[in-house]
């Protein structure tokens, strides 16, 4: 294995491939851990929840997302699970073992394959909380562990595991997924092989390499991923993804795979996004289940009492609140928020997700779109050190990394200071801004790359988003111009224009 992952990995930065083969030696001892079982940890935020609150939470996560081992996800998620999708053509209620299903077009063998019916989200939803509020069984739990026993595929009956429930939603024309999730399996395998070390069983970035690392592993719980070609508030693209992953990210230790299949590349993508997704969730439970019934909040509450009547009394009152809260509102708010982030990861791959220039990027020695009277590479440069962008207050006057900001006790999004000077990620890890001198683009080369990086900032980080605010498109095309000409500034002097008067030969002039 451990050949493999050199193969597969290959960092050709000289900059990291020493401490990078140090890793290698290190995974060597590991090699033999390959097939150690892990699972899915939850986030610390999780763990200040009241017991029950945190026992309501863990238990959506793992009927929602699995386990490593069987990894599943809602299927209105927009990841390839890898389903043989069916549809039923006829059902008999008094036949409640059998299904006839609608001609297959490929020969798949489906026998000892689990069923899933893919009713309508919020069907399923009121089904269950119909059951619930009579005190009845759940007939959509009842459908959990069906698998296909036999399959006649000249007549298309299905014969299943277990007798259906009375459900009305059960009808011809509904779709069903044979096999659900098996491309989950797969990517989780290969996610093991390749990413684990570094990023951890969960995504979280805690991998047994990511102690040796800097920058740290991503930690995909968040949901954010630096370097997109989305809107400033839009999710990751899966090809953003693709292309993170194809290329590597230069100056770091994350490595290029191009070496991997296509099949390969697109599974681990759809692995990542399940990761994130599953994150992203634990959150947003956090966020709505934590801001009433977490631990601080009842140490806040209880704070001064000393009476023990009066304390029992409060903890009873605020558990009992908890409780109906975990009963009533608590099903609706996991659905709905499940929902709503389905939908904002399949908005980001919409194509009117994806950011443009407006205009053509401008000639570097000609002039500036935004000022005429000036060359493009000339008023990026006024730009890069003037209020609006302000660009030089972190990435110093020369593009170095060392602007004032560095110096500077920074503010944490939820009060106080860091205490250490200098920017900071959403990781709360320290953040040294970008060394524009050394020719090394994290985001990519490519002077589009570099547009969407002023464009929408770098997500999770202190880069702001200038595109549509304080910098049109033709000063952001100026701007990045300035940006890759910065490398060069020792060795060639900041191109001007000539007036026409003052020579009539090129319009452009390279000296001082």
Known sequence: M??????????????????????????????????VQSDFV????????????????????????????????????????????????????????ELLIEPVETDVDLVGKKLQFLFDPEDQFDVTMEAIEEELPDPIAELDGIIIAAYDAESGKLTLSKALPDLELIEPGLELAANPNYKLHQGQLLYEQHCQHCHGVSGSGDGPTARYMEPKPRDYRKGIFKFTSTGSRDHVSTADLKHIIVEGIPGTYMPSFKLLSEDSLDLIVNYVKFLAMRGETEGMLNVEVGLDFNKKVLADELE??????????ITTEFKEDMNEFLEVDYPEIAFFGQLDLADAWIEADNEDAIVYASVPQTDPYGPSAAD???????????????KDAQ???????????????????????EGGDFTVPGLHDDWYNPLKPRDLTSDIYRGGRR????????????????????????????????????????????????????????????????SD
């Open 2 to 35: 451990l050949n493999r992952f050199v193969a597969q990995n290959f960092i050709p930065d000289p900059v990291i491939a020493m401490p990078w083969l140090l890793l290698v030696c290190l995974l060597a001892g590991l090699a033999g851990c390959e097939q």
């Open 42 to 97: 939850f986030n610390e935020k999780t763990q200040e929840l009241l017991p029950e609150a945190e026992v309501k939470v863990k238990k959506t996560l793992v009927s929602s997302f699995g386990s490593p081992a069987q990894p599943t996800i809602p299927a209105f998620f927009p990841v390839d699970r890898g389903q043989i999708t069916l549809e039923i053509a006829d059902f008999d209620p008094e036949k409640p073992t």
């Open 304 to 313: 001064g009492v000393t009476d023990p009547k009066e304390i029992e009394e």
């Open 372 to 386: 005429p009277s000036l060359t493009s590479i000339e008023n990026g440069r006024i730009l890069y050190l003037g």
């Open 391 to 413: 660009c030089a207050s972190c990435h110093g006057d020369g593009g170095k990394g060392d602007g004032f900001q560095t110096r500077q006790l920074q503010k944490r999004r």
């Open 447 to 510: 002077p589009i790359d570099i547009f969407r990086r002023i464009y929408v900032g770098i997500k999770g980080t202190p880069m702001p988003a200038f595109g549509g605010k304080s910098l049109t498109d033709q000063q952001i095309w100026d701007v990045v111009n300035y940006v890759m000409y910065l490398p060069h500034e020792d060795t060639m002097p900041i191109p001007k224009l000539l007036k026409p008067e003052a020579s009539e030969g090129p319009a452009v002039s390279l």
